[in-house]
């Protein structure tokens, strides 16, 4: 009865520290998950049209409503999540393992390299990452996996600043000075002692910078310059829907909310992440 007890008031306590983070966390999944099985659960085929209910608002039969060429606006937005998620998902990951890359070689081993590596992200981070990340996709062309690069890229400078400045404080502390008097190799180093302590800070960035590639990329393809237009995309659609605001505002609203949602729930759970890995706002919150 005392080991429930326990249980229980440590549930509860998890549980007021991190509500809205659990929240978060949870919305996000489901998003997630209805995005992977899309096939599974649209109602409706997304790209299918229906003359006779042009522009129906919401009711039994579609949820959300029908667009200006008749087709389902809530298949469009289940479906719609999986570029905007996919480019996002591949983006942050790609700009972390460069980053990181940069970060450990320009703090690790210093001196020149670390000069000319750090002033090449000066130069990167005195563009706006947005008007970056436009610039390249009008340099290599239109395309979802263009934008996908275009955003990586701009994120690079972020993960690498923030990469350095942990492994700058981490090869002066007493384990690493202790491993390197005693032959261990660079690389041994890195993996073992340098990678594990630099992990927390980086999964909190990354959740950060995930919600801004979302936010990003649901931009660019509303300026056309991701995919291809009728694609069902958030970005896309609220694009496609901004002229009927209105006379038919349910298609603009309803993808423009799930990018709205999707973001504070993506912003939610990294605040969970930092306040949990965060030895120090976790005593705090004790």
Not at 1 to 10: F, P
Not at 75 to 95: C, H, K, Q
Not at 258 to 283: A, E, F, Q
């Given at each position: 009865?005392?080991?429930?007890?326990?249980?229980?008031?440590?549930i509860?306590?998890?549980?007021?520290?991190?509500?809205?983070?659990?929240?978060?966390?949870?919305?996000?999944?489901?998003?997630?998950?209805?995005?992977?099985?899309?096939?599974?659960?649209?109602?409706?085929?997304?790209?299918?049209?229906?003359?006779?209910?042009?522009?129906?608002?919401?009711?039994?039969?579609?949820?959300?409503?029908?667009?200006?060429?008749?087709?389902?606006?809530?298949?469009?937005?289940?479906?719609?999540?999986?570029?905007?998620?996919?480019?996002?998902?591949?983006?942050?990951?790609?700009?972390?393992?460069?980053?990181?890359?940069?970060?450990?070689?320009?703090?690790?081993?210093?001196?020149?390299?670390?000069?000319?590596?750090?002033?090449?992200?000066?130069?990167?981070?005195?563009?706006?990452?947005?008007?970056?990340?436009?610039?390249?996709v009008?340099?290599?062309?239109?395309?979802?996996?263009?934008?996908?690069?275009?955003?990586?890229?701009?994120?690079?400078?972020?993960?690498?600043?923030?990469?350095?400045?942990?492994?700058?404080?981490?090869?002066?502390?007493?384990?690493?000075?202790?491993?390197?008097?005693?032959?261990?190799?660079?690389?041994?180093?890195?993996?073992?002692?340098?990678f594990?302590?630099?992990?927390?800070?980086?999964?909190?960035?990354?959740s950060?910078?995930?919600?801004?590639?979302?936010?990003?990329?649901?931009?660019?393809?509303?300026?056309?310059?991701?995919?291809?237009?009728?694609?069902?995309?958030?970005?896309?659609?609220?694009?496609?829907?901004?002229?009927?605001?209105?006379?038919?505002?349910?298609?603009?609203?309803?993808?423009g909310?799930?990018?709205?949602?999707?973001?504070?729930?993506?912003?939610?759970?990294?605040?969970?992440?930092?306040?949990?890995?965060?030895?120090?706002?976790?005593?705090q919150?004790?």
């Open positions: 009865m005392q080991a429930e007890q326990n249980i229980e008031s440590r509860g306590a998890y549980w007021r520290r991190y509500d809205i983070a659990l929240v978060g966390s949870a919305v996000f999944a489901f998003i997630l998950l209805i995005t992977i099985f899309a096939s599974a659960v649209a109602p409706y085929d997304p790209m299918a049209r229906n003359i006779k209910r042009l522009i129906a608002t919401p009711s039994a039969e579609y949820a959300f409503g029908t667009d200006q060429l008749g087709r389902d606006v809530l298949s469009r937005v289940i479906y719609g999540g999986r570029p905007i998620l996919g480019a996002s998902f591949t983006a942050v990951l790609s700009a972390l393992a460069v980053g990181a890359i940069i970060g450990v070689a320009g703090g690790y081993m210093g001196g020149r390299l670390d000069t000319a590596l750090m002033r090449l992200m000066d130069v990167m981070l005195s563009f706006p990452s947005i008007l970056l990340a436009i610039l390249i009008a340099t290599l062309g239109v395309g979802l996996l263009n934008v996908t690069v275009a955003i990586g890229f701009a994120m690079v400078p972020v993960f690498a600043r923030l990469v350095r400045s942990i492994v700058i404080s981490l090869v002066l502390e007493e384990y690493v000075v202790a491993a390197r008097s005693l032959g261990a190799s660079d690389l041994h180093i890195i993996r073992k002692h340098i594990p302590n630099m992990m927390p800070p980086i999964i909190v960035q990354a950060a910078m995930l919600a801004v590639a979302i936010g990003t990329a649901s931009a660019l393809n509303f300026i056309g310059l991701g995919v291809e237009p009728g694609t069902p995309d958030w970005g896309m659609m609220v694009a496609e829907g901004q002229r009927l605001i209105f006379d038919a505002p349910h298609v603009p609203l309803f993808p909310l799930i990018i709205t949602i999707t973001v504070l729930s993506v912003n939610y759970m990294g605040d969970g992440l930092r306040d949990h890995l965060d030895p120090k706002l976790r005593r919150g004790m």
